[in-house]
């Protein structure tokens, strides 16, 4: 009718001392202020924001928008992401290979994040002082109990010639794994 959306309506209320109604009364949301605090600084979701609000998603982006407020976007590249690598690289053995400005290494051998998994010190597995063997010298296969935490010197006495003993459980293993190695990379 005053041709004027609801903010300026507000404003000239509340400039002759209107008293508004309970549901026409200034949103959380419609505060720039509130939504500085809760959006930028205080990191929530729109979709956490509306749901306290007991609005859409919609409304909290357009006032977000109306006030000029946005998160700092962080370039993909800052976060550390891993995808399984080829196993050239790192002689033999399945890896995930890191990429981002985060990412510590290239990669992380399977292998040492398995016993990661399984209970061994992560300062041991990625220290100079121990090296994760595998029991049966099959490189890709990662069971918890085929991998064992061992020294530098013992670990090249477990790869010389003599010493490495496949049972007919590794070699069943060893063909299935070559025949479909998806399943055992995993």
């Given at each position: 009718?005053?041709?004027m959306n609801?903010?300026?309506m507000?404003?000239?209320?509340?400039?002759?001392?209107?008293?508004?109604?309970e549901?026409?009364?200034?949103?959380k949301?419609?505060?720039?202020?509130?939504?500085k605090n809760h959006f930028v600084e205080g990191?929530?979701?729109?979709r956490?924001?509306a749901k306290?609000?007991g609005?859409?998603?919609?409304?909290?982006?357009?006032?977000?928008?109306r006030?000029g407020l946005e998160?700092k976007?962080k370039?993909?590249?800052?976060y550390?992401?891993?995808?399984f690598g080829?196993?050239?690289?790192?002689?033999?053995?399945?890896t995930?290979s890191?990429t981002?400005?985060?990412?510590?290494?290239?990669?992380?051998r399977?292998?040492?994040?398995?016993?990661i998994a399984?209970?061994?010190d992560?300062?041991k597995v990625?220290s100079?002082?121990?090296q994760?063997?595998?029991?049966?010298?099959f490189?890709i296969?990662?069971k918890?109990?085929n991998?064992e935490?061992?020294?530098p010197?013992s670990?090249?006495?477990?790869h010389?010639?003599?010493?490495v003993?496949?049972t007919?459980?590794?070699?069943?293993?060893?063909?299935?794994?070559i025949l479909?190695p998806?399943k055992?990379?995993?």
């Amino acid at each position: 009718m005053y041709d004027m959306n609801m903010e300026k309506m507000r404003k000239v209320f509340e400039r002759h001392d209107i008293v508004l109604r309970e549901e026409d009364k200034k949103k959380k949301y419609q505060d720039r202020e509130w939504l500085k605090n809760h959006f930028v600084e205080g990191n929530r979701s729109k979709r956490d924001l509306a749901k306290e609000c007991g609005c859409s998603m919609t409304t909290i982006r357009n006032w977000l928008l109306r006030f000029g407020l946005e998160k700092k976007e962080k370039s993909h590249r800052e976060y550390c992401k891993f995808n399984f690598g080829t196993y050239s690289l790192t002689e033999g053995y399945p890896t995930w290979s890191a990429t981002g400005k985060s990412a510590d290494k290239d990669y992380l051998r399977v292998h040492s994040l398995v016993a990661i998994a399984d209970g061994v010190d992560p300062e041991k597995v990625f220290s100079e002082d121990y090296q994760v063997h595998h029991r049966n010298g099959f490189k890709i296969d990662n069971k918890p109990e085929n991998l064992e935490l061992v020294d530098p010197k013992s670990h090249g006495k477990h790869h010389s010639p003599d010493s490495v003993r496949w049972t007919d459980d590794d070699i069943r293993y060893v063909v299935k794994a070559i025949l479909d190695p998806q399943k055992f990379i995993d």
